[in-house]
């Protein structure tokens, strides 16, 4: 195992955008794919994006069109790109990598057994 570490958030007016980092992104290829979560105060945390070895990608519904989750294969990072941010978008975040090899159709169930980060702080204020 190799520690996740996330880095990135803050404080933002609504409407506004940050962006994400994670490292290592070599989990990707190694375990066939990687996360980005997030849990709001009083909310169970829920998936917000996957991307496969492949380049596929998954969004939830209350972030597509706005969030784009990308890697970066020289520089061993993970994104999480954040446009439109609305105070709904406040909470910590977290990159997730599988425990072991798992298939593309695991990966898309935010479902499994995960490596995680130890946050990153979003507040979205309106």
């Known amino acids: 195992q190799v520690p996740l570490v996330e880095s990135g958030g803050g404080s933002v007016q609504a409407g506004g955008s940050l962006r994400l980092s994670c490292t290592p992104f070599w989990y990707m290829h190694a375990n066939g794919c990687m996360f980005w979560f997030r849990q709001a105060p009083g909310k169970e945390r829920e998936g917000v994006a996957v991307i496969g070895y492949s380049g596929a990608t998954i969004y939830a519904d209350s972030v597509k069109d706005r969030f784009t989750i990308s890697g970066d294969n020289a520089g061993h990072t993970l994104y999480l790109q954040m446009n439109s941010l609305n105070p709904e978008d406040t909470a910590m975040y977290y990159c997730?990598?599988?425990?072991?090899?798992?298939?593309?159709?695991?990966?898309?169930?935010?479902?499994?057994?995960?490596?995680w980060g130890q946050g990153t702080q979003v507040t979205v204020s309106s």
């Open positions: 997730a990598a599988p425990t072991r090899p798992r298939d593309w159709s695991e990966c898309q169930g935010f479902r499994g057994d995960n490596y």
